[in-house]
């Protein structure tokens, strides 16, 4: 018996389905991020004890996450970020490639052929080619967004309806949810304007985005009409308990995995991202880039 833990992304969803479908059919799916993965998989193996093996997938690990699941009796662990474990264990199997998506590395490595493999790669890159994919990129964020308590069941329920039914299927199912999420982002349009702010730092234009809405970082890209080489969306979330900020980046041309890896975060060399659990102030971050871009 096995178990699945995935990125709540497309490209995550994604590549539960391909394990689903064509590789083993898991009794669960749940769903993680490199912050939360150690914390995830000590709470499988808490409410699903019986599970043998376990799949891990579209998510950057460490090595504190590598030893709480050395626990289960195989593990199979396949992401496309970029970041270099150190395995010393004989029933963790880790397959690391640099692709445009973790389904096209679950892919490659299982011989398996599904067009919406393609999907995947366009939609981790920010680059819908289509409709159907904008569609199913924004029903996932759409269930993200409006069912925050049930939020895992709704993306579990999407992987195990898409071995059964295409995507064309599943994006009508849940059209209205899709409609009253790109409504909802629309309203917060304005807002995300007026809060951009453009700095020149040794040559490079920054756009900068503070908001405390849950929105995508795709909608803000979408919304910015000046030119950035560097995008910084900093999300506040201000719980008198527990602030954090959580900062995400995109690039076109530069590598910003250093600014994400400087914060404990990770991703890619175009994209990345990292958590603040400290104090967050915008002049560091500012002053991070000043120095590692001359």
Known sequence: MSLTITHTDSDGIISAYLINKYVEKTKRVMFSNPMRIKDTIARSLIEEWEIERLYVLDISGNERALRVAS???SVVWIDHHEWE???????????????PSAARVVSKKYGIEDPVVDMADHLDQNSPINDIEKDFRDM?????NSHQRNKEYMLE???????DNDVKTLIEKNRNSIDNFRLEIKRM????????IIKNINGKRLAIVETDRNIPVYKIQEMIDAEWDILVVIYSRLNPRYPYWKIELRSKELNILPIARL???GGHRLAAGANIFDNF??????RAFTMLYR
Do not use: A, C, H, Q
Request: net charge negative.
């Open 140 to 144: 996932i964020s759409s269930i993200r």
């Open 157 to 163: 329920k999407v992987v195990f309806e898409m071995i």
């Open 71 to 73: 626990i289960y009796d």
């Open 189 to 196: 349009e304005e807002e995300i304007k007026k809060n951009v």
């Open 281 to 286: 102030e915008l002049d560091e971050l500012l």
């Open 85 to 99: 474990p150190s395995n010393n264990y004989k029933n963790i199997e880790i397959t690391i490639e640099r692709e």
């Open 263 to 265: 914060y404990g975060g």
